[in-house]
DNA sequence: TGTACATCAGTGAACGCGCGTTCACTGATGTAC
DNA sequence: TGTACATCAGTGAACGCGCGTTCACTGATGTAC
């Protein structure tokens, strides 16, 4: 990290930034970033970042996109299709959105906790909407059996899914409220859903 | 808001700040808040606080202890010891949970988004395990008559549903990401609760 | 291949700002006798 | 009831700090001919 330049010019600064960024939200939360420490940690002046981000609030904006397209990615990845059940599939789905959380803490905290504004940005809405579309698909397809008389809206189930990964997620896979909690952020999501989807007459036993 | 005061003495300074402190962080956020501006809210030098509060972090905390005994209030009040019956108790705590988000913006977010340490205070963890308990009670009363065979721990069960409703509340109750949901905060609570305790089978139809 | 020149991506100094905190102080209040 | 005095709860000036941002600048790079 932060080696010493050989050259006038940095090479790749952008992304140094958005890296740097990162390990600042990471380790001090979204408002402990400053533009000036990231410009530090990527061993530059405190005006160079103003070559390629507007400000703060554009770099910040920059970090969500880039954790949204991963975001979708993984996510993508884990739903697969569908493959090789409905079912297993959308499990992944969940196990993939705690694992992100947990891994790219700095993108989740840029996301989801920065108070960035989706309406921003056409690139960073995009990003986003096609993210929570995995979800909802995932959500789709697992329904598609049941009687259309006790099939409540696919975008409905994902929102409650959603809802409860992103609650895991706050208060039991950080550090502080729920912290003392005796059952891991994994198990308390994968014994919720489960007990969800048991509800929507999904798992049958 | 800020009557000049008649005498030397402010009165009642010590709440005067703590309110001043819940606007300021409804308005802006949890980082949005300074102890300089909250001084000047209430009319007073921005060394007055000091007599008070050793700093900054210590009037968040104070505000964040008052919010979880307003919260632990308003859910014994809406479980009322169960009656009628334990369904009914269960989803009044549900919507006393997102009812107190909304209508007490400020506190919600010093006690679950400030990054207020529950460690730091024995009354504030002292308050806050309170508040818990009620959910944790609902659930186990919720389940009495379930056979033990088939019922997972209330602690898990509360926090299941502490995760939903804190989800909901921080995706789609508050401004940015989910913003555009085509169903309301309440909405979403409740049929998400719905399908959860049938699938504990609670509810059978 | 060489050269002139435009453009790009940095620098470093400076600015104004508001914050948190400390300090010696002073006006107001409460209390002992 | 009056007075002396201790304590309490404010003031206002000052401090050091780091931030975001702007500006004229300059070194490095790319390109037309």
Redo the contacts between chains.
């Keep these: 990290m932060s080696e010493a330049r050989k050259s006038y010019h940095h090479g790749n600064l952008r992304q140094a930034l958005v890296e740097a960024t990162l390990k600042l939200i990471t380790e001090r939360?979204?408002?402990g970033f400053t533009l000036a420490e990231a410009a530090r940690q990527a061993g530059v002046s405190a005006a160079a970042p103003y070559r390629h981000f507007k400000g703060r609030d554009e770099l910040i904006a920059e970090v969500a996109r880039q954790g949204y397209l991963l975001f979708g990615d993984l996510l993508e990845h884990a739903y697969n299709e569908g493959k090789p059940t409905p079912l297993a599939a959308f499990s992944k789905v969940g196990r993939a959105y705690l694992a992100f959380a947990k891994r790219h803490p700095g993108h989740y905290i840029a996301?989801?906790?920065s108070?960035?504004?989706?309406?921003g940005s056409t690139e960073l809405a995009h990003a986003?909407a096609r993210a929570m579309g995995v979800m909802t698909r995932a959500a789709e397809s697992l329904m598609a059996h049941l009687p259309a008389s006790q099939r409540?809206?696919a975008?409905?189930v994902s929102?409650?899914i959603?809802?409860?990964?992103?609650?895991?997620v706050?208060?039991?896979a950080r550090g502080?409220?729920?912290?003392r909690?005796?059952?891991s952020p994994e198990d308390?999501l994968e014994?919720?859903t489960?007990?969800?989807?048991?509800?929507?007459g999904i798992i049958t036993d």
Tied chains: 1, 2.
């Design positions: 939360g979204p408002q996301m989801f906790e108070g960035v504004s989706l309406t986003s409540p809206p975008v409905m929102h409650h959603w809802a409860m990964s992103h609650g895991v706050e208060l039991f502080t409220p729920g912290g909690a005796p059952f308390l014994s919720g489960g007990i969800y989807l048991r509800g929507l």
